[in-house]
């Protein structure tokens, strides 16, 4: 577990460190070859081949396909797709790559373990966060790496 946390911050901290300029695209032909070299499975090429167009594309992508575009800053998803199919696991992964998107996300769903994750790389969010929702082993997990949050500590 502790290789996996070191593993996680550093992608964290480098993705954040190389914050790549929103891409926005005018062609599902550019969309197509940006994914390729941004590393797109073959379902994600796959399913954007299946479509006629751009806006095809944003009304048939489904929540994996829309988490990926969203992590990798292909921001005209967020404007032209149905974010409500995004559960919160899918919501943690896009907010460690790209914070910015908190206020597209529904941050009541999110459980003590969401918030653990997103409030170790990002504690600015800490006001947004219910501590209700934390026990005091998860306090304790969070305080290690986040001590300044003690101050929302209520006992």
């Known amino acids: 577990l502790l290789i996996i946390e070191l593993i996680l911050h550093f992608y964290v901290s480098f993705r954040t460190f190389v914050k790549i300029n929103a891409m926005k695209f005018i062609t599902k032909d550019e969309l197509i070859e940006q994914a390729i070299?941004?590393?797109?499975c073959d379902k994600w090429i796959e399913f954007a081949n299946s479509?006629?167009?751009l806006q095809d594309i944003f009304a048939r992508i489904d929540r994996n396909l829309l988490t990926w575009c969203l992590t990798n800053w292909y921001d005209q998803f967020a404007e032209h797709c149905d974010l409500s199919i995004l559960d919160e696991f899918?919501?943690?992964?896009?907010l460690l790559n790209n914070p910015q998107y908190v206020?597209?996300?529904?941050?009541?769903k999110f459980g003590w373990s969401c918030w653990s994750i997103v409030l170790r790389f990002?504690?600015?969010y800490a006001d947004h966060c219910d501590w209700s929702k934390f026990s005091d082993y998860n306090w304790d997990c969070l305080l290690i790496h986040q001590p300044q949050l003690e101050v929302?500590?209520?006992n």
């Not at 206020?103 to 009541?108: A, I, N, P």
């Open 152 to 154: 929302y500590r209520q």
């Open 103 to 108: 206020d597209h996300c529904d941050l009541s």
């Open 122 to 124: 990002h504690p600015q």
């Open 51 to 53: 479509c006629k167009d």
């Open 37 to 40: 070299k941004d590393g797109a």
């Open 90 to 94: 899918d919501w943690v992964s896009i």
